[in-house]
């Protein structure tokens, strides 16, 4: 059954007649797509892309289980291509502008536009193995960089932005298309801030240097962070934050299970780090879903209510964070398997010395 079929399926529920999709990573999901800007009518017995000149081209080679409509001037244009009769349309409210939502209403007089969920995040939060493939792809291109960049590193040699230049540059070289996220490089007290922007700063001697980043492969992401040593001596409190937030993260991949929800794996973790006493100091949740998007559902945090099923792939990031001193964050991509998780991250995880 294709994915749009699978929507059509949810018309009952969610009590529509015409599904219309806006979002672009969604579009992706059900046709192929990959540019940017689109829209997509599923009806019981039609399906209609519709997108502008730049990608006409494009839209006839990548779009499939849809009729394609170019617009020249305006995508309302594509009326003509549409049942003329009173339909409910169902648009999700989670990402349509209220400009649009509004002219919806104005242009499409022969539908009763209504605000509805989501129904494509449920079909995206189990990958395929062919998804799955893709970002095991994009992971191991993220390993690969991280290898690389153990051996170019030198204490007071680079600025965090050189390093983050490093890594973003490999990326194209390994056959990514695009970082994920921005970059995040981050040395000594800075490493204290989860989302640390690189500064041009130069990373000294003695001093802890984290690295988050992933890539895009074939539209799918990845995402790892690392924090290292940059020295030969790191002092006891690092070694024994870096012992604790290793321990909390190996715990929730070792005993994560299907049927598990999200705030279950984010508590295995998250008890590991209280119990030392740093539970404070771990402020975020422990991880997300990754696909088309580097942040998606499930969520695996304390709102993660939806049960985690074999095919899910997420993220576990545990860390802490200790203002003034240093931030450690360790984090894998793994997929849900029928008897607990499987590691897509390659790189290690040990502590790493460079000097």
Known sequence: MSRIDRIREKFDKLGIDVYLETYLPNIR?????????AFLFIGKDFSLFVSDPRYEEQSREEV??????????????????????????????????????????EELEMFDVVLIDDPVRELRMVKTEEEIGYIRESQAITDRIFEDILKIVKPGKMT????????????????????????????????????AKPRSVKVGNETPLLMDFGNYHRGYSSDMTRTVWIGENPP??????????????????NEAKPGMTGK????????????????????????????????????????????????????IEPGIYLTGLFGVRIEDIVVMREDGVEKLTGSPKNLIKIF
Do not use: W
């Open 64 to 105: 499939k289980e849809a009729d394609i409509f170019i617009y020249r001037k305006d995508l309302f244009e594509c009326k003509s291509n549409l049942p003329n009769i009173k339909l409910k349309l169902g648009v999700p409210a989670d990402y349509i502008k209220c400009s649009l939502y509004k002219k919806l209403k």
């Open 264 to 315: 279950e794996i984010d508590a295995l973790a998250r008890e590991v780090i209280e119990k030392a006493g740093y539970g404070e100091y771990f402020g975020h949740s422990l991880g997300h879903g990754v696909g088309l998007e580097v942040h998606e559902y499930p969520r695996i945090s304390s709102l993660g209510n939806d049960p985690i099923k074999p095919g899910m792939v997420f993220t």
């Open 160 to 195: 965090e932005l050189d390093v983050a230049a490093e890594i973003e540059y490999r990326m194209k070289k390994f056959g990514a298309e695009k970082p994920s996220f921005d970059t995040i490089v981050a040395t000594g007290a800075h490493s204290a801030l989860p989302h």
């Open 236 to 253: 006891k409190k690092f070694v024994e934050i870096y012992k604790i937030v290793l321990e909390a993260q190996e715990r929730a991949e």
């Open 29 to 37: 999901y059900l046709t192929g797509f990959s540019g940017s800007s």
